[in-house]
């Protein structure tokens, strides 16, 4: 029997050597020569795959030809080719056993496919780490050196000499981590032909495109794993981030909405949802949000900055009213009627620069050396005409930073409002020249 069996698989070998030089062979022939062949001890896949190959250029609709030559190129880890012939598998009526089994190899190399996407993405955290270990001691790099070189001859047009660099401003790290993310988004692509009902990789897709600056993707990525998944907390910041750095700001306000619907003391959310209100010119809607984030956190530095250039803002569209205003006067010094709404409007845009210094002043406790609410709070001093307070702020900002020409010519201001003739043409001149 054993003898018999071998004659026997020689035989259709042979038959389908000579018969694919001269005529079409009946599907059966084809079907069961790759069985056959499948079921050697060494089988001979490629050999496989190329009758299959023909078998299904000759019977395009054999759902039974589709999936044998995607399950060989499953065996192969020809995974976007098995994903093709599956798929022609699929259209073509598969049925029974065969389906099952179809589905069985999609979802095993799903996950092989994701983990393989994830290992090349997080490779880009361990070059990371190397770099900044071998920044700071560069002795640490001969312990780095063989494990980049090695993530390296993965990307043949990533060939270099890694033992002959001196320096970590040497190291190719840039291109090197494209590539790692390139692939991964390969991979996690490839995971969406495999299945397209699973949310994972279009979020892990859209982070990897987000780095590569490949914006629209990343916004259609994120936007297919929240309609696939719309309640899940990570799946909504990330689609969020997307909108908002893509300047969608309705789009992202409805998703804010659903985060707030689940966690609606999210500060990182309320603040910017602020932002974008601002951007749409919303203001009384973005000050009261901005209030509600510093009662729920009084640390919150960024809302209190942002609140207080708020407050600004409000003193200079004052301004273009006073303005106006005193050319209206000019023509009509005793319209009685200007003249109080002159004095309310002053009145007004002082309530603004104390609401502001307060506010910027309230960062600085949380952060004492933020240069620029050092400079919005002189600058809030000077309007409210205190300059010994504004003298005080203005001169720590010079001395940590000499090269900030707003800063010198507001002290200027602040010198001369003391009498401190010298001090302010000093300070003139250094705005000036800078």
């Given at each position: 029997?054993?003898?018999?069996?071998?004659?026997?698989?020689?035989?259709?070998?042979?038959?389908?050597?000579?018969?694919?030089?001269?005529?079409?062979?009946?599907?059966?022939?084809?079907?069961?020569?790759?069985?056959?062949?499948?079921?050697?001890?060494?089988?001979?896949y490629?050999?496989?795959?190329d009758?299959?190959?023909?078998a299904?250029?000759?019977?395009?609709?054999?759902?039974?030809?589709?999936?044998?030559?995607?399950?060989?190129y499953?065996?192969?880890?020809?995974?976007?080719?098995?994903?093709?012939?599956?798929?022609?598998?699929?259209?073509?009526?598969?049925?029974?056993?065969?389906?099952?089994?179809?589905?069985e190899?999609?979802?095993d190399?799903?996950?092989?496919?994701?983990?393989?996407?994830?290992?090349?993405?997080?490779?880009?955290?361990?070059?990371?780490?190397y770099?900044?270990?071998?920044?700071?001691?560069?002795?640490?790099?001969?312990?780095?050196?063989?494990?980049?070189?090695?993530?390296?001859?993965?990307?043949?047009?990533?060939?270099?000499?890694?033992?002959?660099?001196?320096?970590?401003?040497q190291?190719?790290?840039?291109?090197?981590?494209?590539?790692?993310?390139?692939?991964?988004?390969?991979?996690?692509?490839?995971?969406?032909?495999?299945?397209?009902?699973?949310?994972?990789?279009?979020?892990?897709?859209?982070?990897?495109?987000?780095?590569l600056?490949?914006?629209?993707?990343?916004?259609?990525?994120?936007?297919?794993?929240?309609?696939?998944?719309?309640?899940?907390?990570?799946?909504?910041?990330?689609?969020?981030?997307?909108?908002?750095?893509?300047?969608?700001?309705?789009?992202?306000?409805?998703?804010?909405?659903?985060?707030?619907?689940?966690?609606?003391?999210?500060v990182?959310?309320?603040?910017?949802?602020?932002?974008?209100?601002?951007?749409?010119?919303?203001?009384?809607?973005?000050?009261?949000?901005?209030?509600?984030?510093?009662?729920?956190?009084?640390?919150?530095?960024?809302?209190?900055?942002?609140?207080?250039?708020?407050?600004?803002?409000?003193?200079?569209?004052?301004?273009?009213?006073?303005?106006?205003?005193?050319?209206?006067m000019?023509?009509?010094?005793?319209?009685?009627?200007?003249i109080?709404?002159?004095?309310?409007?002053?009145?007004?845009?002082?309530?603004?620069?104390?609401?502001?210094?307060?506010?910027?002043?309230?960062?600085?406790q949380?952060?004492?050396?933020?240069?620029?609410?050092?400079?919005?709070?002189?600058?809030c001093?000077?309007?409210?005409?205190?300059?010994e307070?504004a003298?005080?702020?203005?001169?720590?900002?010079?001395?940590?930073?000499?090269?900030?020409?707003?800063?010198?010519?507001?002290?200027?201001?602040?010198?001369?409002k003391?009498?401190?003739?010298?001090?302010?043409?000093?300070?003139?001149k250094?705005?000036?020249?800078?």
């Amino acid at each position: 029997m054993r003898s018999f069996k071998v004659a026997l698989i020689l035989f259709f070998l042979f038959m389908v050597g000579a018969c694919s030089q001269a005529q079409q062979m009946s599907k059966d022939v084809y079907k069961t020569s790759a069985k056959i062949e499948l079921k050697l001890k060494n089988p001979d896949y490629d050999r496989v795959i190329d009758l299959l190959e023909k078998a299904k250029t000759d019977y395009p609709d054999d759902p039974e030809i589709c999936f044998l030559l995607g399950k060989v190129y499953g065996i192969k880890h020809r995974v976007k080719d098995m994903v093709g012939a599956f798929a022609q598998a699929d259209k073509a009526g598969l049925k029974g056993k065969e389906k099952e089994e179809m589905k069985e190899l999609m979802s095993d190399a799903f996950t092989t496919t994701f983990n393989q996407a994830v290992d090349f993405a997080k490779q880009v955290n361990t070059i990371d780490r190397y770099a900044e270990e071998a920044s700071s001691d560069w002795s640490k790099y001969k312990v780095y050196c063989d494990s980049l070189e090695k993530i390296a001859s993965r990307f043949p047009d990533s060939a270099y000499n890694w033992k002959a660099c001196t320096s970590a401003e040497q190291l190719p790290l840039a291109p090197l981590k494209q590539h790692l993310y390139e692939k991964a988004l390969e991979l996690y692509e490839l995971n969406m032909q495999l299945d397209s009902t699973r949310y994972e990789p279009f979020v892990n897709a859209g982070f990897v495109a987000s780095k590569l600056n490949q914006t629209d993707k990343a916004l259609t990525y994120f936007k297919k794993a929240y309609e696939l998944k719309p309640d899940d907390l990570d799946v909504l910041g990330n689609y969020f981030a997307a909108l908002l750095n893509n300047k969608k700001y309705e789009e992202a306000l409805k998703v804010s909405d659903a985060i707030l619907k689940i966690n609606p003391d999210n500060v990182n959310i309320l603040f910017n949802r602020a932002i974008i209100l601002e951007n749409l010119g919303r203001e009384q809607e973005t000050l009261d949000l901005y209030n509600k984030i510093v009662e729920k956190d009084s640390n919150t530095k960024d809302a209190f900055f942002n609140r207080g250039l708020w407050y600004l803002n409000q003193t200079g569209k004052i301004a273009k009213q006073l303005i106006t205003l005193r050319d209206s006067m000019e023509n009509n010094p005793k319209a009685q009627a200007l003249i109080e709404r002159s004095s309310n409007l002053i009145e007004e845009q002082k309530s603004f620069f104390n609401k502001a210094g307060s506010d910027f002043s309230r960062v600085l406790q949380l952060s004492p050396n933020d240069q620029e609410a050092m400079r919005f709070l002189g600058y809030c001093y000077l309007n409210e005409e205190k300059p010994e307070k504004a003298i005080e702020v203005l001169e720590k900002l010079v001395q940590n930073k000499p090269d900030d020409k707003e800063a010198w010519g507001y002290l200027s201001i602040a010198y001369a409002k003391k009498g401190m003739i010298d001090k302010a043409k000093e300070a003139e001149k250094k705005s000036q020249e800078l």
